[in-house]
């Protein structure tokens, strides 16, 4: 195994963001959350839309919960404030400030989601990322999704030849998409793709690391991989990523990633496992399987620490 240049293979973990049972924003959780994650020199990815419920705070509550992750990662580890799909640039860019003004090292964007099955012309759609580009004092990471729409690839090239303050793509696409992106990028910023399952695939074809959730839940698991591809040990990255798909797989209820993972949270006694609505946890009947999928997954960092449900 060996690199195409000289960045190191990134994991990153995209958070949840914790509650406390009263649904007011659990402080001392974010703290344990961000040190299981930094400790162990994964990435994060913060306040998405899912798992991160990032619509369900305030701006007020956006700042305090940004600033405190970058307080408790110390620098230890990159620090990536997600977003969430606005409708115009006007929606994003308080977001945008109070990501700077809190110090985070990069900012996504998301691609818009004009609503109503509307779609933006590849005009417009680049003139939306170049307002936000144009103004950051931050670099920026482009999201480019198949569930929000992925972005053209030549308005990325464009956008990338015009802003070199793009370090970072985030990519969630099938392989041919992804391959043809990494031509465009030409190593200009990292690609990240979107999930575990493109983790070893991503390294062949010339990214730089993937994006889970799964890390809220098995960061050790997460950093053996990160750890292995960066050492070239193949065996070692193989059963690694056997593990982290096995925890990836275990969501077998799809259209809400924080349902389950914060199910599972309160499964292994972490704190922070309350959601806001409209979200709520798996029901009982829903939680019994995942607890018995999880213990038939037998990963070793959850050994003794699995409830009864």
């Known amino acids: 195994m060996s690199k195409t240049d000289d960045r190191p293979y990134r994991a990153a973990v995209c958070t949840v963001t914790p509650y ?5 924003l659990d402080e001392a959780a974010v703290v344990t959350l961000v040190e299981s994650i930094a400790s162990r020199g994964l990435a994060l990815a913060i306040g998405t839309a899912s798992p991160g419920e990032g619509f369900a705070m305030s701006l007020d509550e956006t700042a305090t919960f940004y600033e405190l992750v970058v307080r408790t990662a110390a620098g230890r580890v990159p620090v990536c404030a997600m977003g969430v799909e606005p409708r115009n640039a006007n929606q994003l860019r308080p977001m945008v400030r109070v990501a700077e003004k809190a110090k985070v090292d990069v900012m996504q964007l998301y691609t818009v989601d004009p609503g109503h099955s ?40 464009r956008l990338l030849d015009a802003f070199p303050n793009i370090v970072r793509i985030h990519c969630t696409s099938e392989v ?21 399952m493109q983790a070893l695939s991503t390294l062949a074809i010339g990214g730089h690391g993937f994006l889970c959730s799964e890390g809220n839940i098995a960061p050790v698991v997460c950093s053996e991989l990160q750890s292995a591809i960066r050492a070239g040990d193949l065996e070692a990255a193989k059963a690694a990523y056997r ?40 029901d009982e009947a829903a939680t ?3 607890l018995r999928a999880m213990r038939a997954l037998d990963l070793p960092e959850w050994r003794g620490r699995l409830a009864e449900g």
């Open 118 to 157: 509307m779609k933006l012309t590849d005009r417009e759609l680049e003139r939306y990322f170049a307002t936000l580009l144009g103004e950051m004092t931050i670099p920026a990471a482009i999201s480019t999704h198949v569930y929000n729409g992925l972005v053209p690839l030549p308005v990325l090239a």
């Open 20 to 24: 406390d049972d009263a649904g007011r």
């Open 288 to 290: 019994a399987i995942a």
């Open 176 to 196: 041919n998409y992804l391959h043809q992106l990494v031509q465009i990028v030409a190593d200009r910023c990292e690609i990240l793709v979107g999930g575990p």
């Open 243 to 282: 593990q982290l798909n096995g925890v990836f797989s275990l969501n077998i209820w799809p259209g809400g990633t924080v349902r389950f993972l914060k199910t599972a949270m309160r499964l292994l006694g972490l704190p922070g496992s309350a959601t806001r609505p409209p979200f709520e946890p798996l």
